[in-house]
């Protein structure tokens, strides 16, 4: 018994010692920089050389670009790779590519497997802890490697970020041209790396704010009419449109709710204009504001349970929040200026919005109780930012002034990372604005 | 005869051209986007998260891949001799003019003069337990539960005697600056902080992995963030190995240090 006390009281003692021994430091601070990232070409067997070598290069060529821009990585430069051998694959020498100061390593090798269809086996290696982080077999036809490449570097950026990736995705946009006064607006979508770039409608009718369906290849917009403004939607797959509802008003900044089964939006009558929700299968509206000022631009948060939207009730634009039947509608916005175009983060925790103050436009985010805004980019003129579906970057277009002869007017898509830094501009082969982002391609 | 059948055949082709370009049914055109080609996915961390595997194990594998069935159903055994030995096993996948197992060693030796030949064993071998090989963090000490409570004390330091001084804490703190990746832009949570064992030896180099106190939150799914972020701590230690430590006399007091990766601020 004594034994066991002493015992008892020796241990106690020794963890006693221990855990005073101990010294904690905090690390507040780190660097930001982009985390360097090697990505190789994937490996072939000779015999599928012929069919394989591009496809190999343009792989790592598509996964490089995407990691760089997003601005979270810093692919390096191929030349300073030492070990270069198929043995990398399931082995990699990890001293050497820490020796390039690369914290993560990308290899892979593709294979054809019953005559024509693509085998990608990919691998993320984390060099610096000697461990495989990821390893995925993709099969799909040989002509599909870029949508492999955009999974790819989705599945890189998902487990370096725990954040869902957003390469797999396409961007649709009106895609704008002629001079200002008389401009030809098209829908037109594209990859989210301007690949692929197609046009929707023929220019013959103005369109506007289109709208990714987020469960369904289909869209809504804005497109007028007999000169009276509607909103339509269009099957991408088929080429099926419609007008949604038949509504003695004009109809405007359509959005689908996150189950994809509704569509909310604004009507105006009278010169008043309200919130409605209209259910696509039963087709029954239901009115949500009901206010003698201009309440426009809702979108629903993810869980489809709040409404964000824009209004001039208190005298200036301002944003507010209410539930999905109407209810609790109160202001969150109060940091002076004009606000509009507000837009729900997927991720839920943040708003996007457009803000006029001083003379200038920004796209900022707050939080849903509309604390902690953050302006992260001023213009002279830009507006209607739309989310990335992992909440992270927002793509918003930016329009420059025209001078005295009418010229130098222009609309360009731009996108920036939710942390206001990699602000990009993204290519289109004409001008661009009203841009929208897909979710994930199923 | 020959001039009114081709009149007719004139008019009724126009005909069919205006038809066409005029009835709103055929402007209803196919819209010439690329279809979306569907992708098979299949996991194969768990089949190949192996260190030095031979290439026969590797077609068997890669045979169970095909099969798409049970993952852990198909998995190879491996035997555990592979790393016992010094030996390394012979890779018939490494054949192709390539890497000599001397000279991974040799220059294991000299880029990494930290790790010892011991931790590689702890690290390499028993491919029965896979799942713990893929965790650096997990250690065979026995697990705490973190409590909320740890969080917010991580600023008390009433239980402990700070035998560093402030500059010297400074010191090390400062060399985090630049082996750090934050990952930054993850939700504000005021429960992402990570904290990280490590042991030292006397020329600061690290004297076992470094070890995530709450290990088992990282494997959680709901934990992805925290899991990203033990993630990018443990690299940043193995980044900045050996620590530039202070004076080697007090080794004793700095012999085990606890690294708390805290990002609030910068997430905020």
Redesign the interface.
């Known amino acids: 018994m004594k034994n066991l006390i002493q015992n008892i009281l020796f241990f106690t003692l020794l963890s006693i010692t221990n855990a005073v021994a101990l010294i904690e430091i905090d690390i507040t601070e780190g660097n930001r920089e982009p985390l360097p990232i090697a990505i190789t070409n994937f490996f072939y067997d000779d015999v599928d050389a012929v069919m394989l070598s591009e496809i190999s290069n343009n792989l790592s060529d598509v996964v490089e670009a995407d990691l760089e821009r997003c601005g979270l990585f810093d692919p390096i430069n191929e030349e300073a790779f030492i070990q270069k051998n198929a043995a990398m694959h399931l082995r990699p020498r990890f001293e050497d590519w820490r020796l390039i100061k690369s914290q993560a390593l990308v290899t892979g090798k593709l294979k054809i497997v019953d005559g024509d269809k693509l085998r990608v086996e990919f691998r993320l290696w984390d060099t610096l802890a000697e461990k495989e982080l990821e390893a995925l077999v993709l099969i799909t036809t040989l002509d599909n490697w870029r949508r492999i490449s955009h999974m790819i570097s989705d599945k890189v950026y998902e487990r370096l970020t725990g954040e869902k990736g957003y390469f797999d995705t396409r961007i649709l946009y009106v895609s704008e041209s002629g001079p200002k006064n008389q401009r030809i607006k098209k829908l037109a979508i594209m990859d989210q790396d301007g690949e692929n770039h197609r046009h929707l409608t023929s220019g013959k009718e103005l369109v506007l704010t289109p709208r990714f369906n987020p469960t369904k290849q289909e869209i809504t917009y804005l497109s007028y009419f007999k000169n009276l403004p509607r909103v339509y939607l269009l099957n991408i797959e088929t080429g099926n449109q419609e007008v949604v509802g038949d509504f003695p008003g004009m109809t405007f900044a359509p959005r689908f709710s996150p189950d994809g089964n509704k569509i909310i939006m604004s009507l105006a009558k009278d010169g008043n204009s309200d919130i409605y929700v209209m259910d696509l299968k039963s087709r029954v509206v239901t009115r949500l504001t009901n206010n003698p000022a201009i309440d426009t631009s809702p979108s629903y948060s993810p869980d489809g349970k709040k409404i964000t939207f824009n209004s001039d009730r208190g005298g200036s634009q301002q944003i507010y929040v209410m539930d999905n039947d109407g209810r609790n509608q109160k202001r969150i916005s109060n940091e002076g200026g004009n606000y509009a175009t507000p837009v729900w983060s997927p991720r839920g925790d943040l708003i996007a919005f457009t803000k006029n103050f001083k003379g200038n436009y920004a796209i900022g985010v707050m939080r849903t109780n509309g604390e902690g805004e953050r302006l992260l980019t001023e213009n002279w003129y830009q507006e209607a930012p739309s989310w990335s579906p992992n909440g992270r970057v927002l793509i918003f277009y930016r329009e420059t002034p025209a001078n005295e002869d009418g010229q130098g007017h222009s609309s360009t898509l731009w996108s920036i990372d939710l942390t206001g830094f990699n602000e990009r501009k993204i290519e289109t082969p004409q001008d661009g604005s009203d841009p929208a982002w897909s979710n994930l391609l199923q | 005869m020959q001039f009114s059948i081709i009149i007719s055949l004139l008019l009724h082709t126009g005909f069919i051209i205006l038809t066409v370009m005029g009835l709103p049914i055929f402007n ?18 768990e ?3 192996v ?3 031979s290439k026969r194990e ?1 077609e068997e594998k890669e045979d169970s ?1 095909e099969k798409k069935e049970d993952v852990k159903i198909n998995q190879p055994v491996l035997k555990p001799k592979l790393e016992k030995s010094d030996e390394k096993v012979k ?1 018939p ?2 054949d ?4 000599k197992p001397e000279i ?1 060693e040799k ?2 030796v000299v ?2 003069p930290i790790r010892k030949p011991v931790i590689k064993k702890k ?1 390499n071998f028993d491919p029965l337990k896979i799942a713990e ?2 965790d ?1 963090a997990k250690d065979t000490k026995p697990i705490q539960d973190v409590k909320d409570e740890e969080y917010e004390s ?2 008390s ?1 009433d ?6 001084t402030l500059s010297e ?1 400074d010191a ?2 400062s060399q ?13 949570d005021d429960s992402l902080v990570v ?1 990280v ?1 490590i042991s030292l030896r006397p020329d600061g180099s690290l004297m076992k992995p470094p070890e995530v106190t709450d290990h088992q939150r990282m494997n959680k799914p709901s934990q ?2 925290f ?3 033990a ?1 990018s ?4 230690v ?2 900045c190995d050996p620590i530039k430590t202070p004076a080697v006399e007090r080794y ?3 012999k ?11 997430l ?1």
Do not use: H
Not at chain 2, 30 to 43: A, H, M, S, Y
Not at chain 2, 176 to 188: N, V
Not at chain 2, 256 to 266: A, G
């Open positions: 209803n055109q196919k819209i010439d986007i690329p279809p979306i080609v569907q992708v098979e996915i299949l996991e194969i961390t089949q190949t998260n260190p030095e595997v590797i891949e890779d996948a490494a192709e003019e390539i890497i991974v220059k294991s880029n990494m690290d090989l893929i650096m991580l600023d330091t239980t402990l005697v700070n035998k560093l804490e090390i703190r985090f600056l630049r082996c750090w990746s934050i990952p930054i832009g993850m939700p504000e904290k064992k992805k963030y899991k990203v972020l993630e701590a443990l690299r940043a193995r980044r004793d007091d700095w085990e240090l606890q690294l708390n990766f805290d990002p609030r601020d910068i905020r």
